[in-house]
């Protein structure tokens, strides 16, 4: 994301501040660990609405602060970072910056994680507040290394918590 420490902290503090005033009694104040996707994991967005995304995708760097809470689960506080590559060459637009937060606490089961993520974008093209909805099913290789198959939808605007009545 290109931040410098002083930025770092602060969205610590955010995450912080989120993690406590949304998981209450559940979450331990200044608890958060810095978190990232591994990016062998290939973690990539084959398709956006409106825009012409390459038969690879594009490559989705995910990171953040993570909390552990009392009642076993855990929560997320990030950024979905899309590298746009532009076809044809010349310059890459910006990437598509997507904040992410739990709606819910995630639990480990023993087909995978199960999360719900509250999301909002100022940035590119005003995405405005949305819902993501996914599973990521990690597994432990013989040499140590960990993988994971993530499917995770976007919808903008969001449902449910967004939804006008």
Partial sequence: MGRDDAAI????????AYFQATFDTLYTPGSVEAFGVD???????????G???????????DGGFRADLSNG?????????????????????DPIIIHYESADPIFETPTGLFFLCRLSSDDFEDFGGG???????????ADGRVVANIRNILTFPGLGFDAQQ
């Fill in 39 to 49: 990016p062998r994991n290939e973690y990539r967005a084959y398709f956006i609405s």
């Fill in 131 to 141: 819902l993501a909805q996914g599973i990521s099913s990690p597994k432990i290789l």
């Fill in 73 to 93: 689960g855990f929560v997320v506080f990030g950024d979905y970072n899309i590298k746009v590559i532009k076809p044809g060459g010349g310059p890459d637009p």
């Fill in 9 to 16: 902290a602060a969205e610590r503090d955010r995450a912080d």
């Fill in 51 to 61: 825009m012409r995304v390459p038969p690879e995708g594009f490559v989705v760097r």
